[in-house]
C-alpha cells in the first residue's frame, strides 16, 4: 500500500510539472510563431509621413446594440451585428497621434466602417467604430498603453432589422477605461481569447480571439501578454491540479492506514 501511495504522489507531480512546462513553453513563445484564424478582421494604422505601422488589431468583431421603436419608450432586445472581413480602416479619420480634448490625453485612433455581414440592406451610410488608445497611466492602469474610450456610430435606417426606428442612427461612447482587457506592459502586445466590451446599456462591442498593438512602430506583433481574464483562468488549472494531488495522497493514505489496521486485527485474531 505504501508503494502504491508514493507511485501515486510521483505520476501526479509528474503530471503537474509537464502542465507546467507546457504552459510557460505556450506563453513564451514568440507571437510570430502563430497564425491568426482566417475569420479574424486585421486592421493597420499608419503614420502618415513614415508609412510605419503604429497600431495593429486583430479581432472577430460582434457589435450588439438596443434601439427605441417610433412612438415607443422601451428599448428592443439586443440586436447583434457581425463586422465584416472587409470592414474598412479610414486611414484619414484614423491618427497615429492626437490630442484628446475631453480626456486630455494622448490618443491614438483606429477608426473602421463597415457594413453589417448579417444584414441585408441598400444602405448607403456605413456603421462605424473608432478604438482609441493612450499612453497615458491613469488611463491605463499602469500599463504601456491601453484601450480607454470607444465610439460607435450605428445607422437603423435603411436597415429592415431594425423595425421602424425613432431615430435614423445612434452614437454610443464608453465611459470607463478597458485596459484590463486591451492593453499591455512596454515592448509587448495585448493578446486575450475573448472580450465584452460595455459602452453603456445599450451597445457593446464582443472581441473573438483578438491581438492589438498600439505606439508601436513594427509591422510585426510584438512578444504577446494576455489580458487579465485569461491570466486568472491559466492560474487556475494549477490549483486544480495540486488541488487533486492533495486529495488523490489522502485518499491513498487513509486506505494504507486501514489495511494496516486490520493487518493488525487479523494478526490478533490469529494469536
Known amino acids: 500500500m505504501m508503494r502504491l501511495l508514493l507511485l501515486s504522489v510521483v505520476a501526479l507531480v509528474a503530471l503537474s510539472a509537464g502542465y507546467t512546462r507546457a504552459q510557460e513553453t505556450t506563453t513564451e ?4 510563431t502563430t497564425t491568426p484564424p482566417p475569420y479574424r478582421n486585421k486592421w493597420i494604422v499608419k503614420d502618415a509621413l513614415t508609412g510605419t505601422p503604429c497600431i495593429l488589431f486583430d479581432a472577430n468583431v460582434t457589435v450588439s446594440v ?3 421603436k417610433f412612438n415607443s419608450t422601451s428599448k428592443s432586445d439586443f440586436v447583434n451585428v457581425d463586422v465584416p472581413l472587409d470592414a474598412e480602416v479610414d486611414q484619414i479619420l484614423s ?3 492626437s490630442i484628446d480634448t475631453k480626456k486630455n490625453v494622448t490618443a491614438q485612433k483606429l477608426y473602421i466602417k463597415f457594413y453589417p455581414v448579417n444584414f441585408t440592406t441598400n444602405a448607403t451610410d456605413p456603421w462605424t467604430m473608432t478604438f482609441y488608445f493612450t499612453e497615458d497611466k491613469k488611463e491605463t492602469n499602469g500599463k504601456a498603453f491601453g484601450l480607454y474610450k470607444i465610439e460607435l456610430n450605428a445607422v437603423y435606417k435603411d436597415y429592415p432589422q431594425f423595425i421602424d426606428p ?3 442612427s445612434e452614437t454610443f461612447e464608453s465611459g470607463t ?5 486591451v ?9 486575450c481569447s475573448s472580450g465584452d466590451l460595455s459602452l453603456n446599456e445599450n451597445a457593446k462591442i464582443h472581441l473573438n480571439g483578438f491581438r492589438a498593438q498600439a505606439f508601436g512602430h513594427s509591422d510585426d506583433f510584438l512578444t ?3 489580458c487579465d481574464h485569461d491570466v486568472r483562468t491559466s492560474d487556475i488549472v494549477p490549483i486544480v491540479v495540486g488541488a487533486c ?3 488523490l495522497v489522502i485518499i491513498v493514505l487513509i486506505a494504507y492506514l486501514i489495511g494496516r489496521a486490520r493487518a493488525k486485527r487479523q494478526g490478533y485474531a490469529s494469536v
Open 29 to 32: 513563445a514568440p507571437p510570430t
Open 66 to 68: 438596443k434601439y427605441t
Open 95 to 97: 491618427s497615429c497621434g
Open 166 to 168: 425613432d431615430v435614423p
Open 177 to 181: 477605461s478597458f485596459s484590463g482587457v
Open 183 to 191: 492593453g499591455a506592459s512596454t515592448n509587448h502586445s495585448s493578446q
Open 224 to 226: 504577446s501578454e494576455l
Open 245 to 247: 494531488l492533495a486529495a
